[in-house]
């Protein structure tokens, strides 16, 4: 059981592209903070609000423990997890609550240029090299596909040109990092953007309203924003 806490706690990347925007969009919800010297905790000024920085990675289970009450983070990363517990039959408590608007990209299957794309069919049997092997093995699985995942934590890309898979499941924005690797996007699995995710258990009264506090504002930040 964690401690009563009366104040709010949202967990946020604390060196990557979402840091920014998402500190800038808590801040047009008039929030503010005071910031520790090891930059790791903001203590709410203008609101009970507090901010942990951290890896994007962590941002789920420091959720579902219950340490933090909310977060900030692709919905790739959110889905990942989801992912993982559905196909261990778990459960899962935490869900996304809003879509943000920054952080965009898709997840998607690329092959190499050289060959001739006739369709989901042509994965059987292959090495599609991830760092997302719970996204895929799910889509693969819905799909009646059978292949070998090969899980890389980065450098994804380059994976085909080194033979140690035959194509990619990446994340994909401008395209220019694939087509730099000589390949080419097929197929998309999902499409992301920074997304605030909550628990599904009930928060107390205090965290409740402060929470209700925070999406009417963001609801109008979003809003202005669209
Ligand atoms: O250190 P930490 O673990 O916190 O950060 P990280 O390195 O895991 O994450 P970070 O900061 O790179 O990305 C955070 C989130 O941004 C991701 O989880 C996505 O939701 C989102 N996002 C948006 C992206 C991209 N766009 C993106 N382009 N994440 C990664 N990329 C990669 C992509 O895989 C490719 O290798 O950037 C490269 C360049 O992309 P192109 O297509 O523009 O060339
Ligand atoms: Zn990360």
Known sequence: QPPVRDRLRIAIQKN??????????L???GLSWRESPDRLFCYG????????????DDIP????????????????????????????????NAKELRALGFGGCRLAIA??????WTGIEDLRGRRIATSYPGILQRWLDDAGIDATTVQLSGS?????????????????????????NQLTPVMDLMTSEAVLVGTTQPLDPARAALLDMLLRRLDGVLKIRD
Do not use: K, M
């Open 61 to 92: 289970g420091l959720i579902t423990s219950g340490v933090c009450d909310l977060g900030i983070v692709g919905r790739n990363v959110l889905l990942e997890e989801v992912s993982l517990a559905d196909l261990e039959g778990q459960p899962y």
């Open 16 to 25: 990557g592209r979402l840091s920014e925007p998402a500190r800038a969009l």
């Open 111 to 116: 092959v190499p240029q050289a060959w001739t």
């Open 27 to 29: 801040s047009s919800c």
């Open 156 to 180: 994804v890309e380059i994976a085909p040109r080194l033979g140690q898979a035959d194509v990619v499941c990446d994340l994909v924005s401008s395209g220019a990092t694939l087509a730099a």
């Open 45 to 56: 000024e203008t609101a009970p609000v507090d901010l942990l920085l951290v890896r994007d």
